[in-house]
């Protein structure tokens, strides 16, 4: 575990605020108005057993629910771009939004059916209907949602049938939004600090995130002279995804510590240059085919590592004890010293 | 999508006096559940082995920690009881320290001692020469809480998970597809994905039997009694009586853990005595059911996905021709 010794004088060369001798640094340490102890960081200063979580993180793979989480957004935000575009007579732009639409929820219920321990009983997820089960309640979302994008998307190859492809279209571009929001739920309705604490704001993460990579996409392969919507899109969610994971970050307190450290830090980091720095090609692009792609690729790259990013940083804090302990603990104490 | 909010306020979280029946089990025997008294426990880790030679749960791993006698480390698919071994320097509040001669004290009787007469006991710890306590074990038999209201249950997409007619937790095995969602949800990290096998195990409170009138292996087994099994009203009144007895003969960090229906799992089905804060444990302080907020993480959901649409929308709005 650690290389701490067992003395006389209690653990020594532990990691500060991880071992077991808790009596006298967690509660009892503030009573006894602190006795001549060596010293700690203080914010982080908490009992645990041996430093071990307290709470288990995900048995989750993180490329596939990562990736699940990062092609439904994708997918959702392209279905409603799609059906925009067909509605605004932009059919360079619908056509190839369809497509992406189509595809991006196949792999996604590839990924989630792949990291299913027994993945035989994938459709035992729809044998309840549990709105208090985001996975519930999202897999039954897949199963309206995906045929009704697989069928528009067919007709729109096929070219046939162009009612049924209007009627999908639509009903892919109502569902699509929950599609990519519902994931932020899926995460937040856990134990799980990072992802818990920020409950309100995350489904705002994904919803600017998934613009951003819906638009991303469409501005890499649709025509310049019709991705102007594409272009738009870029910059509002863009500017919704930033601003809510700003805020979300303000208001979680610890929690929001893992989103700036190790491979989530570096993670959000990459995402936030690469989609802000997409956006901003991308209005630049209209006449450069060059550019818009570059724009696109940065936006869909940019899209996919904060899912990613905010994976790990849940991963994070649910490995560290600091996180479930030290919060709970200030909530106790500020009912405690309320009259 | 939010009717969590509109089923009554204490579906989701707060007291919830009648489990079985909220659940749909009218006409339930009382609930039981565990009253694990830490302060008893001589970490023999009977319970542990029981557990696992009843429910037939498979090895996994013989590892030396290296961190103290707790060679298992926590719960999980493989470990339904885990016993916890605290080792702490003092100083300590707890038994008035004898004064000298420590070494010569009869420690049963100081034992029978304890806690039978008013005013402080006498106690056989080792003492520092300025009369404190030096050394002491804390150890305690952790279990599945068998939450009033128990996210691993909320969250389970397949129903596999369910409230028994005793008001316990269990997962059916046949039902599980592994998703895996109940892991990270359980509030105490007690629910485990089992490798190899795909699905989520955790301590089902012997249901096969509690089904023929027979109390759970691990409270049977147990030689102090620190493992006291029981219908849970009964339990609690039993838990506050020991409190109180331990507070009398000086033992003053006695304090219950999990027995309130107004914390934030709505009160614990297995609950415990403890002598130290919870964390020390490895017990989260103050837990919270996640799905106490999931009617707010719909309505943000739901202002969110109409957001995307105007957004969408808004961009595609002005018109190329
Ligand atoms: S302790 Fe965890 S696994 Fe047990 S009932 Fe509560 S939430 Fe479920
Ligand atoms: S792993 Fe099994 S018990 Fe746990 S939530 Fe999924 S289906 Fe339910």
Known sequence: MSESDVTRDGVRGARPGREAVTGDRAGRRRRRGGRGERPVVPEAEFGSYYGLPVISKPPWEPLDIAGYLYLGGLAGASSLLAAGARLTGRPGLAAPALTAAAGAISLSLAALVHDLGRPARFLYMLRVCKPTSPMNVGSWLLAAYAPLTLTAAATGVAGRYRLLGAAATAGAAVLGPA???YTAVLLSDTAVPSWHEGHRELPFVFAGSAAGAASGLALAVAPAGQAGPARRLAVLGTALELGAFHTMKRRMGLAARPFGQGRAGLLVRTSELLTAGGAVLGLCSARDRRLAVAAGTALLAGSAALRFGVFHAGVASAEDPAYTVLPQRERLEALASRP | MTEGADRGGNALY???PDVSGAAGCPDAPPRVGFFTDTSVCIGCK?????????NAIPEDGLELTGMSYDNT???????????????QSGPFGGPEAAPDGAADVDVFAAASRLGTGPGPARTAFPVTPDGRTELRWLMSSDVCKHCTHAGCLDVCPTGALFRTEFGTVVVQQDICNGCGYCVPACPYGVIGRREGDGRVWKCTLCY???GVGLEPACAKSCPTESIQFGPLEELRERARERVAR??????TDARLYGESPEDGVGGAGA????????????LPPDPQVTTRDLPAMWRHAAAAAVTLAALVLGSCARRKR
């Not at chain 2, 009977?46 to 009843?54: D, L, N, P, Q, S």
């Not at chain 2, 480390?73 to 080792?87: I, K, N, Q, S």
């Not at chain 2, 609950?271 to 490895?282: I, K």
């Open chain 2, 46 to 54: 009977a319970c542990e082995v029981a557990c696992k030679e009843w």
């Open chain 2, 208 to 210: 096969d039997r509690l």
């Open chain 2, 271 to 282: 609950f415990f005595l403890l002598l130290d804060e919870p964390e020390v444990y490895g």
């Open chain 2, 73 to 87: 480390r926590g719960l999980g698919a493989d470990t339904w009881r885990h016993v916890a071994f605290v080792e």
């Open chain 2, 14 to 16: 707060g007291p919830q």
């Open chain 2, 246 to 251: 331990l507070h009398a003969a000086g033992v």
């Open chain 1, 179 to 181: 599609v990519a929001t």
